[in-house]
């Protein structure tokens, strides 16, 4: 295409690539402005993109990945050169570990300068030497004309592959360029998502229909094909597993529903015994695991859109790369409920029953208060969890309905994720109520954003704040390997005074019974609430 010529005052580069982010349906990007960012801000007013200004750029990343797992849409960060895109770094990390789409936007020193280590402000010798290893692709805009193809290069990873983090960046003078032709409008359809072949199918639903006990597994590549996945089980009879990004893909009361507990002994021991496994969408990673490998040794049918999770540590013997939607429709057309799995209902439920009567004292804890949390807690509702004890056993334990419901930073596990995460959610679905579960030592990790929470926010935002005064993981960690527990039990500070500080409604529950009053009492505030509740409290 083109294009039309533009005068050179009507339009910079910065202002330029704003335009083109709203032609993509960007709505909301995060940052902190920057005089390295002058000319993306220049491109906002006017526009329909909300800013949502963060107070640290980590802040601003974390809030990208709640706001995408959410909506399914990129989150979209502006970030300065040099200390803002190390600053923004480790969520990267963490959005590459789990395949959460989001889209960095930053600035650069200019072209000439590029790797003269002349001493400018905030230089940073390769910025893209950073960004390469947690991004699916890393790019610099040499000039005006390279971005409309890096975004529709980055549009293309978020819509038709498996979706990760793109950083590109764009030097001051590249930025602050009119723009010789408008390009505004170049938005670019993705290519679609692959579809699985004939022969594929039919020797996975073979494998299928022969299996005595099949399970399934699905993961976070799964969550837009709930429907076909449902279906699937049903035609197949056989038991589900999810991930915890899995969570919700069949709803916690449908029969052959195990829950994401692989990372229990009782479903170890399950998933030895089943003959045929499909995992669809899922990496089998250790993190969902709690173990190096799940002890199966059937045939396994791998489902996924990334062609190198065929054979790594679980080899295929039939390999379907695909859009999981496509995969599972296919699959349930083949089988057309022929299958001569064992009735699993049974089984199921006392899998269940098993997993939640075998926690030790301390998971017990955390259950009486997760389900004073569910009981509060409407079907739509939105719990984002922070590297925590309790939300460790959440993952396995809380029972969730539907999809983009459960956000944990499962794969790079990072401590100050939930505050944040649980942030961009609400500001992607505002009519959902949202919980954040975060724990006394991750909470200190990112506590600053409840200033932007409560310059956001009108609508309910819960914080349950579990103090253990301690990084308990840790600590028991250290107790378990003969460690003499040091650096595990700083001082805390007073959270109540803290949350009050920056305006936010505070309460400290002293039982159950009264938790269960101030979660029904904040989901009933138009703003936000932090209650913290000491492990004490818990008989």
């Known amino acids: 295409m083109t294009g039309t010529t533009v005068s050179d005052k009507a339009m910079t580069c910065g202002q330029a690539l704003v335009k083109l982010l709203e032609a993509y349906q960007v709505d909301t990007v995060f940052g902190i402005p920057g005089v390295h960012t002058l000319e993306l801000y220049r491109g906002l007013p006017g526009r329909n993109i909300r800013h949502v200004l963060s107070r640290h750029e980590q802040g601003a990343g974390f809030m990208a990945d709640g706001y995408a797992r959410v909506t399914g849409k990129p989150g979209v960060c502006f970030i300065i050169t040099g200390p803002g895109l190390t600053n923004i770094a480790t969520p990267m990390g963490q959005a590459y570990a789990d395949s959460v789409p989001m889209l960095v936007i930053t600035s650069v020193n200019e072209t000439h300068t590029l790797g003269k280590g002349w001493g400018r402000l905030h230089e940073t010798q390769n910025q893209r030497a950073i960004s390469e290893p947690l991004t699916e692709f890393s790019a610099t805009a040499y000039q005006a004309d390279d971005i409309p193809d890096l975004i529709a290069r980055a549009f293309a990873v978020f819509r038709s592959a498996r979706p990760r983090p793109v950083h590109i960046e764009i030097p001051l003078d590249v930025l602050a360029t009119p723009v010789g032709r408008d390009w505004t409008t170049e938005v670019r359809v993705a290519s679609e998502r692959p579809v699985p072949t004939q022969g594929a199918i039919a020797a996975a639903a073979n494998l299928l229909k022969a299996a005595q006990r099949p399970v399934i597994v699905a993961g976070g590549g799964a969550v837009d094909a709930a429907e076909a996945v449902t279906e699937l089980v049903e035609q197949s009879g056989a038991t589900f597993f999810s991930t915890v990004a899995g969570k919700g893909i069949l709803p916690d009361t449908h029969p052959n529903n195990a829950g994401a507990i692989l ?192 310059e956001e926010l009108d609508s309910c935002f819960v914080v349950l704040l579990w103090n253990n005064d301690s990084l308990g993981q840790i600590r028991d960690d250290m107790v378990a390997l003969d460690i003499p527990p040091i650096g595990v039990s700083p001082t805390n500070p007073d959270y109540i005074k803290l949350a009050q500080g920056f305006g936010c409604r505070a309460v400290q529950p002293q039982s159950l019974a009264a938790l269960e009053t101030d979660l029904k009492e904040a989901l009933n505030h138009p703003g936000v609430t932090l209650i913290e509740m000491h492990e004490s409290a818990v008989p």
């Open 263 to 454: 990372c229990t002994e009782p479903a170890w021991d399950y998933v030895e015994s089943a003959d045929v496994m499909l995992a669809i969408g899922t990496e089998l990673a250790d993190t969902d695991m709690w173990r190096d490998k799940l002890p199966f040794n059937g045939k396994l049918i791998r489902v996924d859109i990334d062609p190198g999770k065929m054979n790594d540590l679980y080899p295929a013997a039939v390999a379907i790369v695909s859009d999981a939607k496509a995969a599972a429709m296919a699959l349930s057309q083949q089988l057309d409920g022929n299958s001569t799995a064992e009735p699993v209902a049974d089984a199921v439920s006392q899998l269940r029953r098993r997993v939640r009567e075998s926690q030790p004292p301390l998971q017990q804890k955390h259950l009486a208060v997760l389900d004073v949390l569910r009981r509060c807690l409407p079907a739509d509702a939105v719990v984002a969890t922070d590297m925590t004890q309790i939300a460790y056993t959440g993952n396995y334990s809380f029972p969730v309905d539907q999809v983009r419901s459960w956000l944990h930073p499962t794969g790079y596990g990072t401590l100050g994720y939930g505050m944040p995460a649980g942030l961009g959610a609400k500001i992607g679905a505002p009519d959902r109520p949202c919980v954040v579960l975060a724990g006394d030592g991750g909470f200190l990790y990112t506590l600053q954003e409840l200033a932007t929470a409560t």
